[in-house]
């Protein structure tokens, strides 16, 4: 039974931050490559950070690089995303994913994935 359980989303006003968290159960969290993936109403689901299950390795996309930081706590079975300076264009549902290597849920190969929490940035 492996599951991956988001939260820490809500509502915020333009500029505030939070952090997401993606806790995990059911695998060797230390063996996956972890990633956050956002989806806004109507649009398709949009990569936004992966880590390396070590957590050597980080990879962002260009439009969160510089605001966003993804982290993770293999004690814990936990991945983190922290979120700065939230505009209006961040507002999705974002699911966290597990995967066998780095790099692999960049090209949507997650193969596990959990049921999303909602971030809404106000203007």
Do not use: H
């Not at 957590?55 to 982290?71: E, L, N, P, Q, W």
Request: aromatic letters at 14%; a positive charge.
């Amino acid at each position: 039974q492996v599951q991956l359980v988001e939260s820490g989303g809500g509502l915020v006003q333009a500029g505030a931050s939070l952090r997401l968290l993606c806790t995990t159960s059911g695998l060797t969290f230390s063996r996956y490559a972890m990633g956050w993936f956002r989806q806004a109403p109507g649009k398709e689901r949009e990569f936004v950070s992966e880590i390396s299950s070590s957590g050597v390795y980080t990879d962002y996309a260009d439009s969160v690089k510089g605001r966003f930081t993804i982290s993770r706590d293999n004690a814990k079975n936990t991945v983190y995303l922290q979120v700065n300076t939230l505009k209006p264009e961040d507002t999705a549902v974002y699911y966290c994913a597990a995967a066998f290597n780095f790099g692999t849920l960049k090209g949507r190969g997650g193969v596990y994935w959990g049921q999303g929490t909602q971030v809404t940035v106000s203007y």
